[in-house]
T-cell receptor, first 113, second 113 residues
Framework: GDSVTQMEGPVTLSEEAFLTINCTYTATGYPSLFWYVQYPGEGLQLLLKATKADDKGSNKGFEATYRKETTSFHLEKGSVQVSDSAVYFC????????????FGQGTTLQVKP | NAGVTQTPKFQVLKTGQSMTLQCAQDMNHNSMYWYRQDPGMGLRLIYYSASEGTTDKGEVPNGYNVSRLNKREFSLRLESAAPSQTSVYFCASGGSGRAYEQYFGPGTRLTVT
């Protein structure tokens, strides 16, 4: 079945460090891929998306490229801030799958000053 | 706009008690969803409603029922709560043609003792 696998956390970085959170997927169709972010005490919110192979999604300094050959959608940011501390979820969407988002297990990022 | 609202924010139940979690959205979205979030498990879909008057099971529907009362409201009912239903519950909504872009409520933290 369709699934998403993320790197295990927590990830702890110092402010201004480079961030990578790995995400790989398994899908029978042609998925769209997403990163959602959950700040402490809040619900999830969409961070960025890519709807076809080789697309790059970007927002708030975060980027992720849809790599069909490696079935990956790794999240990157060049210089993290304390305010980026949150849980990050990779997700896929297949429209033929009655429109359901499938989430990875989430990766906690803690950025220290 | 309030977005997606959920009530209550916190609830403690004894095994066997029942309760209804309420969700409302003011974005005129067709699709609404109920998820549960457990440590290390990511978000798992309980039930969803693609449009007013329709509901479908998600990944983990056992022990739950839902009602799409109207386009705005989608409630989740636990008829006989069990400790395994201790979790954080999120309601979400998504618009037509962009249902992958889901807007989440702040969550309900439920503890069943």
């Amino acid at each position: 079945g369709d699934s998403v696998t993320q790197m295990e956390g927590p990830v702890t970085l110092s402010e201004e460090a480079f961030l990578t959170i790995n995400c790989t997927y398994t899908a029978t169709g042609y998925p769209s891929l997403f990163w959602y972010v959950q700040y402490p005490g809040e619900g999830l919110q969409l961070l960025l998306k890519a709807t076809k192979a080789d697309d790059k999604g970007s927002n708030k300094g975060f980027e992720a490229t849809y790599r069909k050959e490696t079935t990956s959608f790794h999240l990157e940011k060049g210089s993290v801030q304390v305010s980026d501390s949150a849980v990050y979820f990779c997700a896929l969407w297949i429209s033929s799958n009655t429109g359901k988002l499938i989430f990875g297990q989430g990766t906690t990022l803690q950025v220290k000053p | 706009n309030a977005g997606v609202t959920q009530t209550p924010k916190f609830q403690v139940l004894k095994t066997g008690q029942s309760m209804t979690l309420q969700c409302a959205q003011d974005m005129n979205h067709n699709s609404m969803y109920w998820y549960r979030q457990d440590p290390g498990m990511g978000l798992r879909l309980i039930y969803y409603s693609a449009s007013e008057g329709t509901t479908d099971k998600g990944e983990v529907p056992n022990g739950y029922n839902v009602s799409r009362l109207n386009k705005r409201e989608f409630s989740l009912r636990l008829e006989s709560a069990a400790p395994s239903q201790t979790s954080v519950y999120f309601c979400a909504s998504g618009g037509s043609g962009r249902a992958y872009e889901q807007y989440f409520g702040p969550g309900t933290r439920l503890t069943v003792t």
